[in-house]
């Protein structure tokens, strides 16, 4: 299909009313209340009427979840693998569709949106994997004739809930591995981008999963993912999103010992030291500042470069900034969508004001674009600030937009330095020629992931996490979740 396709198909799909997932069945909201989704670019179009929930829901899929996983987690392992294949195929076979709902709710470029689908289905497939080789160790005894070894069981009832950034992507990235390890689920999605969700659930009940193994409860934060954090029985929270919401979660989650996986937000830096093809870095570095406008936790937000090659990197951003074309989703040779919504679009809007305030050089962009066609949405220009220095606002908070800062140094001391000054550490990207220098970066950066010479674009079967600020709890993506998604039992047999 074209990007044309998208359209028809929104007008041909849109303005329906839907439901909430819980034990097998759609259901309308207890409250029977329901909210109008728009599309982000075409802002007077209705996508469609979702579930306004409050806690009486939330209690229902709770329980639902606490009642398949007495089954769920008896199942064999390479049995829940099996459905979570299907699921992938599923996903590839319903992939435009999927973009399209994606496009329209979040604004991403569709080139972006079958992105993530595909990578949904990468991350499925390793998953499901992960359901055939859930270790355990045998160790000698200290006594004779018995045997010892840990064995890994399934939490229970686990807490999924996603932002808006990556709708596809960040669910699957929760539910997929929670079926794997014998989990069971509810599911959260963030209130504005509830569409594609509801394709998952469709999708993941064809593909075979049993009623009450995965629910999906719609609504805010306050009335659905508070009692769902809070309720006895969810063992586990995974939460990505922003570092003040991670907290909270974290704050009552401790007061029952439920476990967390907290993926929040990031200032990710990319190092510049000496490197012979400042084109080439400029590339890396404008993709991963710009991909999602910015919207993404591991956006490249800060350059950190040798003063004596700053004006040249300066310049070879500019360049490649030029080739960025900002539009609505289905537009062909588009790279870049329009922000989520009209907020956000004013709070990055006032970090292109706070920059120029604290004495930033704004070199290009920054502009609120809004004839023709960017009327229909809240679009700018990714914006480039230079002669930034270390203490600015724009230097250190997450903007979560397309605003990439430029700070020269003297050395690689205070690169470091520098790169490691801010509240989080999620992911960082180094760029050298010099291999003692890269590995010397590796080992003192204080972020999760460490990217040399690329930007921070991660795998699909690589563990995916932050420090400081940034997250909590056991990686996802990798093998690391089963830190979260299982625990430890040790087991003595005398025979
Ligand atoms: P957010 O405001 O923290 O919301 C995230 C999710 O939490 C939404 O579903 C939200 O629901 C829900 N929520 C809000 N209040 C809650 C509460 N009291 N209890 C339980 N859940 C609650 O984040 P956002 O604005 O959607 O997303 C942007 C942030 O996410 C950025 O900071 C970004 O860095 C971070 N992020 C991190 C990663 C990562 O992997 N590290 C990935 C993507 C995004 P409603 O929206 O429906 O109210
Ligand atoms: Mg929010």
Not at 354 to 377: F, H, M, Q, T
Request: with cysteine.
């Amino acid at each position: 299909m074209e990007g044309k396709d998208m359209l028809s198909w929104i007008e041909a799909n849109a303005g329906k009313t839907y439901k909430n997932y819980v034990d097998g069945e759609w259901v309308e909201s207890t409250g029977k209340k329901t909210y109008p989704l728009y599309h982000v670019a075409r802002k007077d179009q209705l996508l469609g009427y979702f579930p306004d929930s409050r806690e009486e829901d939330v209690e229902l899929a709770v329980q639902a979840a606490h009642r398949a996983f007495q089954t769920w987690s008896k199942l064999p392992g390479p049995e829940r693998g099996a459905i979570l294949l299907r699921f992938a195929d599923l996903l590839e076979r319903d992939a435009e569709e999927l973009a399209f709902r994606l496009s329209a709710e979040q604004g991403k470029t569709l080139g972006e949106s079958r992105g993530e689908v595909a990578r949904a289905a990468k991350e499925t497939r390793y998953a499901a994997g992960e359901a055939f080789r859930i270790e355990g160790e045998t160790l000698p005894s200290e006594r004779p004739n018995v045997w010892n070894s840990t064995i890994r069981v399934p939490i229970g009832v686990v807490a999924a809930i996603a932002p808006w950034n990556f709708p596809v992507i960040t669910p699957v990235r929760k539910i997929a591995p929670a079926l794997a390890y014998g989990c069971t689920v509810v599911s959260k999605p963030a209130s504005n981008t509830p569409w594609a969700m509801v394709k998952l659930i469709e999708l993941l009940e064809e593909a075979g999963v049993p009623k009450g193994v995965v629910n999906l409860v719609n609504g805010s934060g306050s009335r659905v993912g508070q009692p769902l954090v809070s309720h006895p029985l969810v063992r586990g929270i995974s939460f990505t999103g922003s570092t003040k919401q991670g907290l909270a979660i974290q704050e009552t989650a401790a007061k029952r010992l439920a476990r967390t996986q907290l993926e929040l937000g990031g200032k990710n830096p990319a190092i510049v030291l000496n490197h012979h093809d400042l084109a080439y870095v400029a590339k890396q570095i404008v993709s991963a500042a710009f991909a999602c406008s910015g919207q993404r936790c591991t956006a490249i937000s800060r350059v950190i470069v040798l003063k004596q090659h700053a004006a040249a990197l300066t310049e070879a951003l500019r360049q490649e900034m030029k080739a960025i074309k900002v539009g609505p989703a289905w537009e062909p040779g588009v790279t870049m969508g329009p922000l989520v919504s009209k907020e956000h679009l004013d709070t990055v809007q006032s970090y292109i004001e706070i920059g120029k305030s604290e004495g930033a050089r704004l070199v290009v962009g920054g502009d609120i674009l809004s004839a023709g066609e960017y009327a229909n949405g809240y679009y700018m220009t990714p914006a480039l600030f230079a002669e930034v220095t270390a203490e600015m606002r724009i230097a250190r908070e997450e903007i979560f937009g397309p605003v990439l800062s430029v700070i020269a140094v003297r050395d690689e001391e205070e690169a470091l330095a520098i790169a490691n000054s801010v509240e989080y550490g999620l992911a960082a990207s180094v760029f050298t020629d010099d291999l003692s220098s890269a590995y010397r970066f590796a080992e003192r950066l204080e972020s999760g992931m460490v990217h040399i010479n690329h930007g921070t674009a991660s795998a699909a079967h690589l563990p995916f996490g932050g420090v400081k600020h940034s997250g909590f709890g056991a990686y996802s993506i990798g093998h690391s979740n089963q830190e979260f998604f299982t625990e430890l039992k040790v087991v003595y047999v005398q025979y």
